[in-house]
């Protein structure tokens, strides 16, 4: 192995024919040859005389410049092997990109939501964050508006209509309109009782029992207050409230608490784009195979390719890929999965995704073999 780029040429080559199903003849007989059966087998099986086997696989020798068969059955292993990691790990970059994108859009649609939804269906979605959040921290912000304007003398109703016309949030608005229904049209002068009625249960069923309990007392305003800050200890960022809240009137908007999502969500996705890129920089095994063949390839063509495990040797050898770890007389990947070099190839971890086992056992089924493993392949286990 002079290259990458040979590696690639070869590749190629082979997945001219071995990949595509009805590939040459001489790459069906190598294929099988490396999936474990003997040369008079392929010979019956593809129908054809076993000098003609020992053609195609002399002329395979001399396409990948093997000085006997099974140094061939090795460098073919690692070429195909190559190949399937090379794929998998554009499927896994690209899915990994696209459950980043997918989490951005997602964390971008809920952000938008969070003001502007409203309805039957939002009312369910308050129960799960970060709907729930949203909802707790303006529950909050609202018990201690309504005692600050008590406090100032302002009449409840009079204070529910500040609240609304200096809100930003169609969501808040919903449920202040419909609080001020109940009080108006509906003669509530209970504030706990004109909440339940309109039935958002916002800012919430404990709170709602509360006040339905506290305006029927003459201390409300004291009452409000304190309950107003066991409820913010509660909730995340209670600094962040803290600091919008005023003598007087208190202006509800969107700014803090959204920032207070924001960088919830922000975490949220940070978190995923930290896991994705650090699982497409661990599956990245291109280049520990290229190194491994790199490693091997002198060993294989001096010493011939048996069946023992190569590993030991390139210990001993000092000739382990900067890409691989070392421990217990075993390499491994970056992911943690066991990396052996056999007579049959190279053997992948059990960890490994099933699409990976899926792809060898299927590369015989593709010629009609009723199998549905070869018989000796362990290049998965």
Wanted: proline fraction near 3%.
């Amino acid at each position: 192995m002079e290259s990458h780029e040979r590696t690639e040429s070869q590749m190629a080559q082979v997945t001219g024919g071995f990949f595509g199903g009805k590939g040459y003849q001489k790459l069906k007989v190598l294929s099988l040859y490396c999936s474990g059966f003997n040369l008079q087998f392929i010979a019956e099986y593809l129908d054809i005389k076993i000098n003609t086997v020992h053609v195609h696989m002399k002329n395979a020798m001399h396409k990948y410049n093997s000085t006997s068969y099974s140094e061939l059955k090795a460098f073919f292993y690692f070429i195909v092997i190559g190949y399937i990691i090379q794929n998998d790990n554009v499927r896994v970059e690209i899915s990994s990109l696209l459950a980043l994108l997918f989490m951005v859009i997602v964390a971008y649609g809920i952000m938008k939501s969070l003001p502007r939804w409203t309805g039957n269906l939002r009312f369910h979605a308050d129960k799960y964050p970060p709907w729930s959040l949203y909802k707790n921290l303006y529950g909050a912000t609202f018990i201690l508006n309504v005692d600050a304007m008590l406090s100032s003398g302002i009449p409840i109703e009079e204070a529910l209509q500040k609240m609304l016309s200096a809100s930003a949030s169609a969501w808040l608005n919903e449920r202040l309109q419909a609080t001020l229904n109940a009080m108006g049209s509906g003669g509530e002068e209970n504030l706990g009782h004109a909440l339940d009625i309109t039935g958002y249960e916002f800012p919430g069923e404990e709170a709602i029992i509360k006040m339905q309990s506290l305006f029927d007392t003459a201390n409300k305003e004291g009452s409000l207050k304190r309950f107003g800050d066991k409820w913010l200890e509660k909730t995340i960022c209670r600094d962040v409230i803290m600091k919008t809240i005023k003598n007087g009137v208190v202006n509800i908007t969107d700014s803090s608490i959204s920032i207070t999502i924001g960088l919830f969500l922000l975490s949220l996705v940070a978190g995923v784009a930290y896991v994705v890129w650090g699982n497409v920089s661990k599956t990245s095994e291109v280049s520990l195979v290229n190194n491994i063949i790199m490693e091997t390839r002198g060993m294989i063509s001096s010493n011939g390719y048996g069946t023992e495990d190569y590993v030991p040797a390139l210990i001993a050898g000092g000739s382990i890929p900067s890409s691989v770890t070392v421990s217990g007389g075993k390499i491994y990947n970056k992911s943690g999965g066991v990396i052996t070099v056999v007579g049959t190839g190279l053997v992948l971890s059990s960890q490994a995704p099933n699409y990976r086992k899926k792809a060898v056992s299927g590369w015989l089924r593709g010629w009609g073999l009723p199998i549905s493993n070869p018989p000796k392949l362990t290049v998965f286990r």
